[in-house]
Nanobody, 116 residues
Framework: QVRLVESGGGLVQPGGSLRLSCAAS????????MGWYRQTPGKQRELVAA???????DYADSVKGRFTISRDNAKNTVYLQMTSLKPEDTAVYYC??????????WGQGTQVTVSS
């Protein structure tokens, strides 16, 4: 089992920055992909960014150049540094671990609101 706990969400003005953190308890395998998704009311959850244990990354087009995902394998922690935030980045952000054998694990979500 994997338990994920997110932190770092909040209210920020347009153009501002936030850093999300997600700490995983339980075993994280080298083959697990860690990432961040986001969801707004009435819409499907979408991938924001993901990273493998080797450091390969994948980003949604809408956040490329503004968001940076990183991972500390020793701490089983994944981070999302968000800069140049826009109102359309407002969403609940979910931490995710994708495991080949057993599927997806999710955190409880953290609200990010970008508003003046």
């Amino acid at each position: 089992q994997v338990r994920l706990v997110e932190s770092g969400g909040g209210l920020v003005q347009p153009g501002g920055s936030l850093r999300l953190s997600c700490a995983a308890s339980g075993s994280i395998f080298s083959t697990d992909r860690m990432g961040w998704y986001r969801q707004t009311p009435g819409k499907q959850r979408e991938l924001v960014a993901a990273i493998t244990s080797g450091g390969s990354t994948d980003y949604a087009d809408s956040v490329k150049g503004r968001f940076t995902i990183s991972r500390d394998n020793a701490k089983n922690t994944v981070y999302l540094q968000m800069t140049s935030l826009k109102p359309e980045d407002t969403a609940v952000y979910y931490c995710n671990v994708r495991r080949l054998a057993s599927g997806d694990y999710w955190g409880q979500g953290t609200q990010v609101t970008v508003s003046s």
